[in-house]
C-alpha cells in the first residue's frame, strides 16, 4: 500500500478484533491487515468483517490511534496476507488488467490481497 505506515498491531475495538497489523497510508486511509488462509470463503467474510466493524467504529478507532493524519471519513482498506491464495479465489479477484487487486464488486476498491508464498496448486 502506498505510503503506507504501520501504527498499532491487534486492533481491538469494542472487544472484536479488526486487524493483525493497522497502518495508515499517503492519503490517510485507515489500512487494515489480517493474516489469513488462502482458501475458501473465510478470507472474504475476515475482510466484510473488519471492514463493518471499522466503518461502525470509526471514532473510536480514531480516538484509539490518536494519530492526526488519520482521515476516518475515509473508506477503509482490508489487506488480506497469505502464504498463498487459492488460483480460484484469485480469479474471482482480478481485475480487466489481469492484476489481483479487489474482491468483488460490493468490496471492489476496498480489498488487497499479498501473497507471501507461492501460489497454492490445484492439484494432481
Do not use: C, M, Y
Not at 27 to 37: K, S, Y
Amino acid at each position: 500500500v502506498p505510503g503506507a505506515r504501520p501504527v498499532d498491531r491487534d486492533l481491538e475495538i469494542g472487544g472484536a478484533k479488526l486487524a493483525d497489523l493497522t497502518a495508515i497510508d499517503g492519503t490517510g486511509r485507515l489500512v487494515l491487515a489480517l493474516f489469513v488462509e488462502g482458501r475458501g470463503d473465510a478470507p472474504w467474510i475476515a475482510a466484510a468483517d473488519a471492514l463493518a466493524n471499522a466503518r461502525r467504529n470509526r471514532a473510536a478507532i480514531e480516538q484509539h490511534l490518536g494519530d492526526p493524519e488519520l482521515r476516518p471519513q475515509l473508506e477503509p482498506l482490508a489487506v488480506l496476507i497469505a502464504e498463498a491464495f487459492e488460483p480460484e479465489l484469485l480469479d474471482l479477484v482480478r481485475d480487466r488488467h489481469g492484476r489481483t487487486v479487489s474482491v468483488a464488486d460490493d468490496l471492489r476498491d476496498v480489498v488487497s490481497l499479498i501473497e507471501i508464498g507461492e501460489p497454492v496448486s490445484r492439484g494432481p
